[in-house]
């Protein structure tokens, strides 16, 4: 019986395909930082192992492709050949087991190689214009813990390793709560990518994390990047962070006001925030001098009609005109006013970080982290937030061949 032969190898039809979106990722990472970590040693003897590279590459794939556990990718390479050669392996190449895979993330786990990676890849998108990093948003999204949850009773007392009981509100105002963890993220609002993360207890306010936040993306990128405004919602609302973000970090922190069942806002504002003049009408903002802000008359500008005139705070035909400078008060004496379309235009760039969490989450199983301690999860949001930015800097050269075309 004659036996008709294949017209193709599988390697050729591996090269013929279509790119994957996986392979996209996968051929936008940069290696070089982990090609020096995981240097071949000629003089190290016993078995090769398994190439770092396809470990790596397959943890990546795991999140990209959002598969559930360990489990479920040893399965998915022994059974699609075509998705194992992806990650590098050859077709008859022997699978990893879920052992290895797993001593090669406690191996990450000990190390800052995957998030310096990460950085590595943030200055790349900078460089190509994909960041812009001008205006950013702060927020932190909960993570579950892998654990099985213990009473806060049983919680040891400051280990900032263990996993603990947080809660907040959700997008629709509903109070949520979880064990687990929290990632805190600062995002570039123009592309909703992350160029700094920290990972903490449950517990630990979103306000506290800021500041430090703030200052390992100013570390990590040896204060190459400064970010102008800071866009946060009203949880983060405290004169220290307003304070150390004008004085510190020199930016302007654009944050709702967050009286916390206080009554009556304090003398000359409103409960909006904003500065008002005797009448109680707001101060229209008059520009901003390296610092110091201009106040001018509300009923000079016509947008009130004060019953008692211009003249009763000055002679002078053009109103009263006050100074104030931010350093007095970074909270309430802010550029842009608060209240004013400028604010409200920059606030509503703080949505991004809220995108971006659901971008992690839904695309790159961010949200479904089978793993204990916190320096194993660690691992899984660096490796998500890695395929993130592969992601982007893929669709950036897409979307500019198509152009050259």
């Known amino acids: ?6 017209l193709i190898t599988l390697d050729q039809f591996y090269e013929w395909k279509p790119l994957t979106k996986l392979e996209a990722i996968l051929s936008f990472i940069d290696y070089t930082l982990l090609e020096q970590f995981f240097c071949y040693d ?8 398994y190439s770092w590279k396809c470990l790596f590459t397959a ?8 598969i559930t556990t360990i489990k479920s990718l040893v399965q998915r390479m022994k059974s699609d050949p075509v998705f194992k050669r ?14 290895t895979l797993n001593r090669f993330i406690n191996l990450l786990a000990g190390t800052d190689i995957l998030e310096k990676t990460f950085r590595k890849m943030i200055c790349s998108a900078r460089k190509l214009g994909i960041i812009d990093a001008s205006n950013v948003a702060i927020d932190a999204s909960k993570l579950t813990a892998y654990e099985h949850s213990v009473p806060k009773s049983r919680i040891p007392e400051n280990n900032p390793t263990f996993p603990n ?13 979880w064990f687990g963890w929290k990632m805190h993220a600062l995002v570039d609002t123009i ?3 992350p160029i700094s993360y920290i990972i903490t207890p449950a517990n630990i306010a979103d306000m506290d994390v800021a500041e430090n936040l703030i200052q390992k993306m100013m570390d990590d990128y040896d204060e190459e990047i400064h970010p102008k ?14 304070d150390a973000i004008h004085t510190k970090f020199h930016g302007q922190a654009i944050i709702p006001i967050n009286w916390r069942n206080t009554k009556t806002p304090p003398e000359g504002m409103n409960m909006e925030g904003q500065l008002v003049c005797a009448m109680n ?22 947008k009130c009609d004060c019953p008692m005139g211009s003249a009763w705070c000055s002679s002078a035909a053009s109103g009263y005109v006050g100074k104030v400078k931010i350093e007095d008060d970074p909270r309430f004496i802010t550029a842009p006013f608060r209240g004013t379309p400028a604010f409200e235009k920059l606030y509503n760039q703080r949505t991004s970080v809220e995108r971006t969490f659901g971008d992690l989450k839904d695309n790159y199983n961010l949200d479904n982290i089978r793993v204990s301690k916190m320096e194993r999860v660690k691992v899984f949001m660096d490796l998500s937030c890695i395929a993130l930015v592969a992601s982007r800097l893929s669709d950036a050269a897409g979307k500019n061949k198509s152009k050259a075309a």
């Open 1 to 6: 019986m004659y036996r008709q032969q294949s």
């Open 42 to 49: 000629p003089h190290k003897r016993g078995p090769k192992g």
């Open 59 to 66: 943890l990546i794939a795991m999140q990209a492709e959002q």
């Open 86 to 99: 992806s990650l590098g392996f050859d077709y008859f190449d022997k699978t990893p087991s879920e052992a």
């Open 165 to 177: 009981w947080g809660g907040k509100l959700d997008t629709n105002g509903n109070f949520i709560k």
């Open 191 to 193: 592309s909703g990518i």
């Open 229 to 242: 405004y800071y866009m946060m919602d009203a949880g983060y609302d405290k004169p220290k962070l307003y």
């Open 281 to 302: 009408y707001p101060y229209v903002y008059g520009g901003n001098d390296n610092g110091t802000i201009r106040l001018l008359c509300p009923h000079a500008c016509g």
